[in-house]
């Protein structure tokens, strides 16, 4: 037997190694594959299309405006409104909503003043906005935010059928030239990846505020779960849909047309982020958490075990078994890559494809300082 004249320390190594190889596997097939393989349902007719409102909150972010609303404002969709909130700018802001309320009939235009709320953030404004929508269904996305195409809005629209209330789209960045823009890109495919298959599993979480929609009847039944981690800098959104939403009424979004892309962010300001994420999981349910956190340290100590297991068999002239450790290493891999090929394809990603490996490298050899980081961030917003 091959394993039989092993010294022990290399056995351990070896049985963990084929632990985590087989846990990452199983994870894939059960969990994104749930997502990733299966046959997403086409579109109602335009006569079945729900009224549906989108709203957007705006602090200082004119320059961002000036370019989204008209993409917002011009969706092929047959009956939609935009309400703005304005959130104490002082810059143009209020000039250029009403500069587009005098073009666009579909714009609806909300005003705070400082005096209307002393709660920090965007939860105060977006909650005004939901109550100012005309329409039962809210769709969510930011300032920055500009869909992937005219049919973005259908597309959302469409998942409004039989018992679904809340669905989760995809949010990733624009497209720009640099290393650092398709990391960018690969961590929001990862990420919407894992929402999209916990969600297709039962357990909604990792809700984007980017792009989110959902019945008002869900905030006005659920306000104190809805202002109840207010003071979050990050994630608030997800939290409320762990909390506040059944699991059987949620689907997601997945096509090419329902994308929401944002401005890119420098790698301090996504280091950031990814801290307070950190936090708001916390406030998940257990078993989501448990699952998210068994699922990223299952991906560091594959890389450790993988090395580790590869000189072991070199040292100890272990020719067969080095072959049956690269052959796991290159399923692991294949499984991955299947995985991400299915997803990207999905959600418009695909330039992350042909650096798929590094850019995993990369983000889980991150994931212990962004978890150590976000133990030293305070849980604020700022």
């Not at 792009?211 to 959104?237: C, M, T, V, W």
């Amino acid at each position: 037997m091959l394993l039989q004249n092993l010294p022990i320390f290399a056995l351990i190594f070896l049985i963990i190694f084929a632990f985590i190889v087989v846990s990452l596997l199983l994870y894939y097939l059960a969990f994104y594959g749930r997502f990733v393989f299966r046959n997403e349902k086409k579109n109602l007719l335009s006569e079945d299309f729900p009224p549906i409102s989108i709203i957007i909150v705006a602090h200082d972010e004119a320059h961002h405006l000036i370019k989204s609303l008209p993409e917002l404002l011009t969706q092929d969709y047959p009956n939609y409104e935009v309400v703005l909130v304005n959130d104490n700018s002082t810059d143009e802001t209020p000039q250029l909503a009403l500069e587009m309320k005098n073009k666009y009939n579909n714009l609806h235009y909300v005003n705070m003043t400082s005096s209307v709320s002393t709660i920090e953030g965007q939860k105060f404004p977006l909650a005004i906005g939901i109550q100012a929508a005309r329409h039962n269904v809210v769709v969510l996305t930011g300032s920055s935010c500009m869909p992937s195409s005219p049919y973005w809005l259908r597309q959302v629209a469409g998942r409004f059928v039989r018992r679904t209330r809340v669905a989760l789209g995809h949010d990733t960045y624009e497209k720009k030239p640099g290393f650092f823009n398709k990391l960018l890109h690969y961590d929001a495919l990862e990420t919407s990846t894992r929402a999209f298959a916990y969600t297709i599993c039962k357990m909604p979480v990792m809700a984007n505020g980017k792009n989110l929609a959902y019945n008002k009847e869900i905030f006005f039944q659920n306000k104190e779960k809805y202002f109840r981690h207010s003071q979050l800098p990050f994630g608030e959104d997800c939290i409320f849909i762990n909390e506040a939403v059944k699991h059987d009424v949620c689907n997601v979004v997945a096509s090419p047309e329902a994308v929401m892309a944002q401005y890119p962010i420098s790698f301090s300001k996504w280091f950031h982020l990814k801290k307070f994420a950190v936090i708001s999981r916390s406030y998940y349910k257990v078993i989501p958490r448990f699952l998210m956190k068994w699922f990223n340290w299952l991906n560091f100590f594959f890389h450790v075990s993988a090395m580790a297991s590869i000189i072991i068999t070199i040292m100890l002239h272990q020719w067969i078994l080095l072959g049956i450790v690269a052959g796991c290493i290159l399923l692991k891999i294949g499984m991955q890559y299947l995985v991400f090929t299915k997803s990207a394809t999905k959600l418009d990603e695909k330039e992350v494809l042909p650096g798929l490996l590094l850019y995993d490298l990369l983000i889980t050899l991150l994931r212990p300082w962004i978890y150590l980081g976000s133990k030293f961030e305070k849980s604020k917003w700022k």
